[in-house]
């Protein structure tokens, strides 16, 4: 732990020097640094994806849990992350826990309540949010609600749920899928021993819960207060959004979360809100009113095209594209951007473990437009490829004799240590994604212009290059990324010429009076 705060400091002190802002007087704390540099402001700031059962162990069962992440809060302070998103932590029968028993509760194998409000209370201590899944969608069919409906027609719960005869025209025609978050065919499921189905539009163990029943929403207004009242987190991340209502019902699903978060707002009115739309923008642009801040699934798509074909230069067109299109409906959303998630291969695996790849995604993540989302383990190279259980392998710590807390709940195919070298080893090295992913996150912290400027694709008729300016108030900055695997040299357009103070490189980018040398893999940040 020494050894990595020596480091950060020298990294800091190092971008200072590039950034050519003087560098602070006083070296002794880490804390009054990294305040003086600060620019970024929740929740346009970078938050942190952690599935709490692969991510540090505090108890030796093998299966991650809070206490283990309150021990880690420190590591993503370093990192520089001011938000964290906690995949579903409630009691639940499956290990991923997207199917919930109880709301209100936390699962045994993750500690207590008590722990989780420590947590809380340590995240905020370090300006770091928290932020938890919250499941609405449906329930698990191990939740009693839906035990006492299966169970008895005449159950106050029955109407929790979405119920149909056997013999209805719209439990047959099935056969297809409505959507990219879900292979699933079958959406109607029956009850053993009754002419009844229930829908699941994801599977038979997650049962809809009805929303065209005022008393649902009233429950699940109730849940989202207690968790905002009671245990003080800073919002939610809300799962399946467009699925509340059936898919042929989109406004209804719209007006839903507006009134979800009018209900919260009553008792925190900054909460956040951030939304699981898999789609592309103009689908996702009507949730911006009633959830803010939405995954944007579609540059993750096209950031990976780009580094799988070398091409980068519409990357910047395509986000301006989405973000003027999220703009008309509401024009204070937060664009939540990510490489990969839990539902994804990890985005290492999908540059087939090519590290100039990865660092070139990493780089676009943190100077485009948007408030990143790393998903955990992704900072250090983890790979996975699905079935889920191998995108959400244990994070890597230490060497195996050395990590305190590695969880073995799963036997990782992807992540071993052959394949990925754990942070310990990382922090010692300056060429390491790990220390790669802080250097780019404290540039975007310290700048205005990165974190929240506006954005300006670029156009230097070179395919590989992505190129764009991002401004915000009297702070310009140039950017440009190669994509391909060839060096190339691009003219700066004589409007950006005032572009010509270097705040960071890498690959050994460099400029010549008008013209940019970029070596493969290569960035390029200037400043005007
Ligand atoms: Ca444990
Ligand atoms: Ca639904």
């Known amino acids: 732990m020494k050894k990595r705060n020596l480091h950060h400091l020298l990294l800091i002190t190092a971008l200072y020097l590039a950034t050519g802002c003087s560098a602070p007087t006083v070296l002794g704390s880490e804390v009054g640094i990294k305040s003086e540099a600060k620019a970024s402001e929740w929740p346009h700031s970078v938050s942190y994806e952690i599935f709490v059962q692969s991510f540090c162990d505090s108890d030796n069962d093998g299966i991650g849990d809070i206490k283990g992440m309150t021990s880690k809060l420190d590591y993503l302070d370093e990192l520089g992350i001011e938000g964290v998103w906690l995949m579903p932590m409630s009691p639940s029968p499956s290990y991923h826990k997207y199917d919930v028993n109880d709301y209100t509760g936390i699962h045994p194998d993750y500690g207590t309540m008590e722990d989780f409000k420590t947590f809380v209370e340590e995240a905020h201590k370090r300006n770091i949010k928290v932020v938890i899944d919250l499941v609405v969608n449906h329930s698990s069919n191990q939740h009693p609600w839906f035990l006492e409906a299966a169970k008895d027609e005449k159950s106050p719960y029955r109407d929790y749920y979405v119920w149909a005869h056997k013999d209805d025209p719209q439990t047959k025609g099935e056969g297809k899928t409505t959507g990219d978050d879900s292979h699933n065919v079958q959406h109607w499921h029956e009850v053993k021993g009754s002419d009844y189905k229930y829908f699941g539009y994801f599977w038979g163990g997650m049962p809809d819960l009805n929303f065209d029943n005022p008393k649902v929403r009233q429950e699940v207004y109730k849940v989202g207060r207690y968790w905002l009242e009671e245990v003080g987190v800073d919002g939610f991340r809300l799962d399946a959004a467009r699925h509340i209502f059936p898919d042929d019902r989109p406004a209804d699903n719209h007006a839903f979360w507006e009134e979800f978060r009018a209900e919260m707002q009553k008792v925190k009115p900054d909460v956040y809100l951030v939304g699981e739309v898999w ?211 691009v003219t700066i357009p004589a409007s950006l010429q005032e572009h010509k103070q270097l705040i960071h490189q890498h690959n050994a980018a460099k400029l010549y009076g008008s013209t940019a040398q970029l070596p493969p893999y290569s960035s390029l940040i200037i400043r005007k």
């Open 279 to 489: 789609a592309e923008a103009d689908v996702v642009a009507p949730y911006t009113k009633g959830l803010p801040a939405l995954f944007n699934f579609e540059m993750s798509w096209k950031i990976l095209d780009a580094l799988k074909t070398g091409n980068g230069d519409s990357l910047a067109i395509h986000h301006d594209r989405i973000i003027n299109t999220y703009q008309q409906v509401n024009p204070n959303f937060v664009d939540a951007t990510i490489l990969s998630n839990h539902d994804q291969n990890r985005i290492m695996s999908e540059v087939d473990g090519d590290l100039n790849k990865a660092k070139v995604a990493a780089a676009l993540l943190f100077t485009l437009p948007g408030a990143p989302y790393v998903y955990y383990g992704e900072e250090i190279g983890m790979q996975g490829k699905k079935p889920d259980e191998m995108i959400r392998e244990p994070f890597l710590w230490d060497t195996k004799t050395n990590d305190d807390c590695r969880t073995t709940w799963v036997t990782p195919k992807f992540s071993t240590e052959q394949n990925v070298k754990p942070v310990a080893q990382q922090a010692q090295d300056p060429n390491s994604l790990l220390n790669h992913y802080k250097a780019y996150i404290q540039l975007r912290n310290s700048s205005k212009a990165l974190t929240q400027g506006k954005l300006e694709p670029v156009n230097l008729s070179n395919r590989a290059v992505s190129a764009f300016v991002r401004t915000m108030g009297d702070e310009s900055v140039l950017v440009l990324h190669n994509l391909s695997s060839k060096e190339v040299s």
